[in-house]
C-alpha cells in the first residue's frame, strides 16, 4: 500500500463515498482512498486501516477508523466479516463470495466462489429467515 494519496485515488475516494451518500470529510476520503484508491478490493482490520494510516501520516484517531468503517458498511461500501465470532475484518468487495482465512497471519484473503458449492442449507426456525451465508475456510501452512 502506498501513502501517496494520488489525485485519482483521493477522487475515487470521494466518488465511492457520494456515491452512497456519505459526505466526503477529509478523514473519510483519506480513508477511502487508502481502501480503493488503486482500485482493488482491500481487508483490513481497524486495527491494520489505523496502523496504514500512521504509517503514512494521516491524523485519524482509531475511534475514527472503527467508526468511520462501521459508517461505511452501513451505507454498503464494505461488507464485514467475522472470524472466530470476535475479530472482525473488512472488506470492500461487497458480491457474496467465501474468503481463507490464514491462521498463521491473521489475514484474509477472497476464496474463488466459483468452486463453492452449496447445495443445501438447513431450514430456518419458524419466525426466522436466512439473512445471509459466510463462509470462511481457515488454512494454516503445511509442515
Known amino acids: 500500500m502506498t501513502c501517496t494519496a494520488t489525485p485519482e485515488a483521493s ?11 456519505l459526505r466526503p470529510t477529509r478523514q473519510r476520503v483519506a480513508l477511502a482512498a487508502m481502501l480503493i484508491g488503486d ?8 486495527e491494520s486501516l489505523f496502523a496504514d494510516v500512521q504509517r503514512c501520516g494521516e491524523q485519524v484517531s482509531l475511534a ?9 458498511c452501513e451505507a454498503g461500501l464494505m461488507q464485514e466479516v467475522l472470524v472466530d465470532g470476535a475479530k472482525s475484518y473488512f ?6 463470495h467465501p474468503h481463507f482465512f490464514w491462521e498463521c497471519e491473521n489475514r484474509l484473503t ?9 447445495t443445501s442449507l438447513p431450514s430456518a ?8 451465508v459466510d463462509v470462511v475456510i481457515r488454512l494454516r501452512r503445511k509442515s
Do not use: C, M, Q
Open 110 to 118: 477472497d476464496a474463488p466462489a466459483d468452486e463453492l458449492k452449496i
Open 64 to 72: 475514527t477508523v472503527y467508526n468511520t468503517l462501521r459508517a461505511f
Open 39 to 46: 482500485g482493488h478490493h482491500r481487508h483490513v482490520t481497524a
Open 91 to 96: 472488506d470492500t468487495n461487497t458480491h457474496d
Open 125 to 132: 426456525p419458524e419466525g426466522a429467515e436466512i439473512a445471509s
Open 11 to 21: 477522487l475515487r475516494g470521494s466518488e465511492w463515498l457520494s456515491g452512497a451518500g
